[in-house]
């Protein structure tokens, strides 16, 4: 390789990494080409690209980007993936990696946030974009009543808890009523307020008594 076709992948690599928001740094020791093959399908399958470099160039390359800070990882058998998605190449390279021990993940930057390997494989564990995006489709097509149910529910509750209240309110009320000493009951009532019936039996009585 002459110096002409290594300005050009050093250019090219550039480019790439400047306008990419996931780069994971791998090291691959004894890959055979059928498995890099197959590693190459999974990453473009996913979203995300990968790449056997050359340490030297690779560091130039990144000069200049926003993944500068990942300079000295690029020691030993080093490859990289990287993509426009923020999970895809972590998720490519943690799954791979999972099956095959040729592969191992050292570390890797998000929009420029250098990560250690341990922060990898967790980003890799977040949903995709188009996973994101179908997740809020099928929320958007959600049958209306299902909506309705889930917006109604707060509301519901609200209304359960005001009329429990409200019971309670009125059964102290009631109580506070029935043992308040300023209503008499009706046999302790006076004759003026005793009825036509009262009245008269407590008159013949008195006619007997005479």
């Given at each position: 390789?002459?110096?002409?076709?290594?300005?050009?992948i050093?250019?090219?690599?550039?480019?790439?990494?400047?306008?990419?928001?996931?780069?994971?740094?791998?090291?691959?020791?004894?890959?055979?080409?059928?498995?890099?093959?197959?590693?190459?399908?999974?990453?473009?399958?996913?979203?995300?690209?990968?790449?056997?470099?050359?340490?030297?160039?690779?560091?130039?390359?990144?000069?200049?980007?926003?993944?500068a800070?990942?300079?000295?990882?690029?020691?030993?058998?080093?490859?990289?993936?990287?993509?426009?998605?923020?999970?895809?190449?972590?998720?490519?390279?943690?799954?791979?990696?999972?099956?095959?021990?040729?592969?191992?993940?050292?570390?890797?930057?998000?929009?420029?946030?250098?990560?250690?390997?341990?922060?990898?494989?967790?980003?890799?564990?977040?949903?995709?974009?188009?996973?994101?995006r179908?997740?809020?489709?099928?929320?958007?097509?959600?049958?209306?009543?299902?909506?309705?149910?889930?917006?109604?529910?707060?509301?519901?509750?609200l209304?359960?808890?005001?009329?429990a209240?409200?019971?309670?309110?009125?059964?102290?009320?009631?109580?506070?009523?029935?043992?308040?000493?300023?209503?008499?009951?009706?046999?302790?009532?006076?004759?003026?307020?005793?009825?036509?019936?009262?009245?008269?039996?407590?008159?013949?009585?008195?006619?007997?008594?005479?």
């Amino acid at each position: 390789m002459d110096r002409s076709q290594k300005r050009q992948i050093t250019a090219a690599l550039h480019e790439d990494l400047a306008a990419t928001v996931c780069v994971v740094v791998t090291h691959q020791t004894g890959l055979s080409v059928d498995e890099v093959t197959q590693l190459r399908r999974q990453m473009r399958s996913a979203g995300a690209r990968y790449r056997v470099t050359k340490n030297r160039l690779a560091r130039r390359a990144l000069e200049g980007t926003p993944f500068a800070a990942l300079v000295p990882l690029f020691t030993g058998p080093t490859a990289i993936a990287y993509s426009n998605d923020p999970v895809a190449a972590a998720k490519a390279a943690v799954e791979y990696a999972n099956r095959n021990n040729k592969l191992t993940v050292i570390g890797g930057g998000l929009s420029g946030q250098p990560l250690d390997a341990a922060g990898i494989r967790a980003l890799a564990t977040l949903p995709s974009l188009d996973e994101l995006r179908s997740k809020i489709i099928g929320l958007l097509n959600a049958p209306a009543t299902k909506l309705a149910r889930l917006l109604q529910t707060p509301a519901g509750q609200l209304a359960r808890v005001l009329a429990a209240h409200s019971e309670q309110a009125g059964s102290e009320q009631a109580g506070s009523e029935q043992a308040s000493p300023e209503q008499a009951s009706p046999e302790e009532a006076s004759p003026e307020e005793a009825g036509p019936e009262e009245a008269g039996s407590e008159q013949a009585g008195a006619g007997d008594g005479a």
